[in-house]
């Protein structure tokens, strides 16, 4: 995409997600009922003729979720009658919004390497786990200079290194010098051990990423590259800040977790992103991550009747309480599903220091709550449509703002969605004072 397109993209995906808010900005535990039901009915009716057994499956697979549901979305917007219905309807396309992948063939060039070149890398990420291990090796490919024309050989600075695996691993590859910004001492110490034991150039800053900057001891400067790998919410936006602040050559970021951040709602960045009406709570940065994974028939048999009960008893705790609200509980152990559902009750009013009458029919609210449990799972289902454009809007968000900031920008996938589904990879190169 040029920048002209990114912008273009956004504008429409904000178009999209404010127009459907309903759909997806909402808590679906909180809900005893459809709350679009009577705006959108057909996509109501085909989300209950699905069988609760095939819901997971639909759900892991966002083009096959498109697939049941957009037709029945659609026909509802029609008959809408929407003054802007069939510009919405054209922008649903972006409900599989896809990046372009990465030019870079990882397997051919493992394929080509020496075998003393794999001996050494296998000794190298030896205690760094499978997948763990793919994802670091996947984006230091995207910033070598070797691979990628447009960069230049400039010292790193690694963001939130941990113990520093992917730093050591492109102050190995590139023979550049790194340091590497952790908060926490003992990962500080143990990365520099590593490399140590490699005989790398890289060096461990310990220093909390928000804490404000001491002038005596700049992190950032204008000659430099600048990686976060999965760096969570606030962290890497904190990285964006401070690094276009000093205009650093080049940042490269895959970001994630997006609800963690430390106020209640998100702070656009973009200009384009600060003019939209969608205010995104913490429970709203969450929809990206949501995607069901298909588990073994024990393990869904125990995540269904913990849900019906959490239900259940909400259902019940506000009769008692004369309070339509959700009253969250804690963390179940597994353990507490292998008792009743009175006992889980009981549990969790003692939790909440609620008195239950002694004549309570339990059976009643635990029908309630696998009533509400089939409710809630297509709440969720039609929400998840979303995912991936409120992603989209995220990154682009993001994007947007490098650009106004001078930057040549650049978005896309480092590697393969099994490798991780946080995948989108940002670079970002400084063109403009």
């Known amino acids: 995409m040029s920048s002209i397109d990114y912008q273009h993209t956004f504008t429409a995906l904000d178009a999209l997600l404010g127009r459907l808010a309903p759909l997806w900005q909402l808590v679906a535990f909180e809900c005893d009922h459809l709350p679009w039901q009577a705006s959108f009915p057909n996509l109501a009716q085909i989300v209950w003729q699905l069988d609760d057994a095939e819901i997971d499956a639909i759900d892991a697979d966002q083009q096959l979720l498109v697939d049941t549901l957009l037709p029945s979305l659609i026909s509802d917007i029609n008959q809408s009658q929407h003054q802007h219905a069939a510009e919405t309807i054209e922008q649903l396309s972006l409900l599989v919004f896809t990046l372009p992948t990465s030019t870079i063939n990882t397997l051919n060039k493992q394929a080509a390497s020496t075998a003393e070149q794999q001996s050494d890398l296998a000794h190298f990420s030896a205690h760094i786990k499978g997948r763990k291990w793919q994802q670091i090796n996947a984006f230091a490919e995207q910033i070598d200079p070797q691979y990628q024309p447009e960069l230049t050989r400039l010292p790193i600075l690694e963001w939130c290194a941990g113990k520093g695996h992917l730093g050591r691993l492109v102050a190995k590859q590139q023979q550049i010098e790194v340091t590497s910004l952790e908060w926490q001492a003992n990962l ?23 804490a404000p900057l001491n002038p005596n001891d700049t992190i950032l400067y204008p000659q430099q590259h600048a990686i976060a790998l999965h760096a969570c919410g606030d962290l890497h936006v904190r990285l964006l800040n401070l690094a276009t602040q000093a205009n650093t050559q080049a940042i490269s970021i895959s970001p994630c977790c997006y609800h963690l ?60 309480r004369s309070i339509d609200a959700y009253l969250p509980v804690p963390t179940v152990k597994q353990s507490q599903l292998s008792g009743s559902f009175s006992d889980f009750c009981l549990w969790a009013a003692n939790y909440k220091k ?14 309630r709550g696998i009533a509400r449990q089939r409710l809630t ?57």
């Open 188 to 210: 500080c110490q143990q990365g520099q051990e590593f490399a140590k034991q490699w005989q790398l150039s890289q060096r461990f800053i310990c220093a909390d990423a928000f």
């Open 261 to 320: 951040i430390q106020d209640t709602h998100y702070q656009p960045l973009s200009t384009q992103a600060k003019a939209s009406k969608i205010k995104l709570s913490r429970h709203d940065l969450q929809l990206p991550l949501q995607q069901s994974v298909i588990a073994s028939p024990k393990q869904q048999s125990l995540r269904l009747q913990e849900v019906s009960w959490r239900l259940g008893f909400d259902s019940l705790q506000r009769q008692v």
């Open 354 to 367: 609620l008195v239950l009458p002694n004549d309570i029919d339990f059976d009643v609210f635990l029908q």
């Open 377 to 433: 799972k297509r709440i969720d289902l039609v929400a998840h449509l979303f995912r991936r454009a409120l992603e989209a809007w995220l990154l682009l968000d993001r994007v947007c703002f490098l650009q106004q900031h001078g930057y040549e920008v650049s978005l896309s996938e480092f590697c393969a969605n099994s490798v991780t589904p946080r995948n989108a990879f940002i670079q970002a190169i400084k063109t403009t004072a």
